[in-house]
């Protein structure tokens, strides 16, 4: 679904573990470079990413979908061209954009009921609208079905994140065993988060069972910002966006400026 060129990594985790955070972060690292287009994706249905990126959600994919089916079963004959158009052009609309930074807000999960040929055109959608970005980040729920059915077959990059909990540990391979059977990303690596000095991660790094990108420490600055709903876009440079650029290189998440259709 990829088409070779964006470079999409999903950030997943238990609950908690700092994934907005780290997301937000990602998003800071990315659009420092000038020339780098970036679209940021909130797949939570909470919208903690846009918070977190300063951003007011006007307009979800799910009002979109929610709109489409309004018309689909208010009679309405679309065809599949018809509908496929429609949406672009709904999706384009719907991103918040400033400088080199979109955003998209997924809404809430999918209702139960079969509106299949809609799922599978948003998908399709969604996936073109991210080709046209050299990075996107993701911002999953806690767990990984949402993520899997919208957006995750786009995915090169998990990034997996976990607190020093054995549930984090656990949670984070879970999700790495549905995602090594659902998708074919390129890399994935897991970051440690909030962990309190070189001793805890030496212990934790033996019990992962997979391949670790490096750790980000506690920081009062992350946790001030969200108390105060303050933008990590702002986050002064220091050692945890140092951190966390050591983990995007480490995870070999390649420079492929200008190659975005
Ligand atoms: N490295 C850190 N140092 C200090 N506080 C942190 C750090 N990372 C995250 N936090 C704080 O931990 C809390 C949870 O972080 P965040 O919202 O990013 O987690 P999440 O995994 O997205 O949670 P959810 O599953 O609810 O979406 C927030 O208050 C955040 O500010
Ligand atoms: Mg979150």
């Avoid at 672009?88 to 999960?109: C, K, Q, T, V, W």
């Avoid at 993520?147 to 656990?170: F, P, Q």
């Avoid at 480490?250 to 200008?258: D, E, I, M, P, Q």
Wanted: aromatic share 4%; with cysteine.
């Amino acid at each position: 679904m990829n088409n070779g060129k964006s470079q999409v990594l999903a950030v997943c985790g238990k609950g908690g573990v700092g994934k907005t955070s780290i997301a937000a972060m990602l998003v800071r690292h990315f659009i420092r470079q000038p020339e780098a287009r970036v679209l940021a994706i909130d797949a939570d249905p909470a919208v903690g990413l846009a918070t977190s990126l300063g951003i007011d959600v006007t307009r979800t994919v799910d009002d979109i979908r929610n709109d489409l089916i309004r018309q689909v079963t208010s009679g309405a004959t679309i065809d599949k061209a018809q509908m496929l158009a429609m949406l672009d052009y709904e999706m384009f609309s719907a991103l918040e954009e400033r400088d080199n930074l979109a955003f998209l807000a997924i809404g809430r999960p999918e209702k139960e009921g079969c509106y299949c040929q809609v799922n599978h055109i948003l998908k399709d959608v969604i996936a073109s609208v991210a080709g046209n970005f050299d990075y996107v980040v993701i911002d999953g729920e806690a767990g990984i079905e949402q993520v899997n059915r919208r957006v995750m077959e786009t995915v090169t990059h998990l990034v997996l994140v976990s607190d020093a909990s054995v549930k984090g540990i656990n949670v984070v391979n879970t999700i790495k065993q549905v995602a090594d059977t659902a998708i074919e990303y390129e890399a994935a690596g897991l970051i440690f988060n909030r962990i309190r000095g070189k001793e805890e991660y030496n212990r934790l790094s033996n019990a992962a069972g997979i391949d670790i990108l490096g750790w980000l420490p506690e920081d009062d600055q992350i946790r001030t910002a969200d108390m105060e709903g303050k933008s990590l876009l702002d986050l002064p440079d220091g050692p945890v966006p140092d951190a966390l650029e050591s983990c995007v290189a480490t995870l070999g998440v390649t420079h492929r400026l200008g190659c975005a259709s």
